[in-house]
């Protein structure tokens, strides 16, 4: 299958991982507040390219750090509000963040790759079709995320290794969001 055979319109979702996809990571922590967020390079014009290709863009994140007790729900909120703005400013569109605060321990529902909060977003937002939508992420988690809810799986990477390994999970691979972006302006 071919990126180019899907028919792309209104009617599909965008899913995206957070770190790794829309930010740079931090080794070995966690972003815990504004000044320690960095976006990707050309992230900001993906997104504002890929906002008037899909009908829902959304944000689904693991953010374990405040089930450790690194962060607070209002911190992350604080960042993510700031991170919206700028989106905005630069002409994209986000229509909701969905965190998991859950840590890998507790087994969630709502931590990836379970799919509660592929859930969530299907109660605030009803007309999404999970076979018209697409999960882009740069861990297998995502892939497996994006799988058992049901989407198509974009991998954000260069790990040719860890490719070749899960093609299983992996419909698609970009280097990076900006090159999606670009492969889906071109083909419309």
Request: glycine share 8%.
């Amino acid at each position: 299958m071919n990126l180019k055979d899907l028919t792309i319109d209104h009617s599909w979702s965008l899913f995206l991982d957070r770190d790794g996809v829309i930010n740079k990571r931090r080794g070995g922590d966690y972003v815990k507040k504004w000044e320690e967020f960095e976006f990707l390079p050309g992230v900001l014009e993906a997104l504002a390219s890929l906002t008037p290709v899909f009908g829902k863009l959304f944000i689904v994140t693991n953010q374990q750090g405040i089930g450790k007790g690194l962060m607070r729900e209002s911190d992350l909120e604080k960042i993510h509000d700031q991170m919206m703005l700028e989106i905005r400013v630069m002409g994209g569109k986000i229509n909701k963040v969905y965190h998991s605060p859950y840590r890998d321990e507790e087994h969630s529902v709502f931590r990836k790759p379970n799919i509660g909060l592929a859930r969530k977003a299907k109660i605030d937002f009803p007309e999404i079709r999970f076979e018209k939508s697409i999960m882009a992420g740069d861990s297998m988690t995502d892939m497996q995320f994006g799988k058992n809810a049901g989407m198509f799986t974009v991998f954000i990477s260069n790990d040719k290794s860890l490719i070749k390994d899960n093609m299983d999970l992996i419909d698609f691979v970009f280097p990076d969001l900006e090159s999606f972006a670009g492969y889906l302006i071109q083909k419309q």
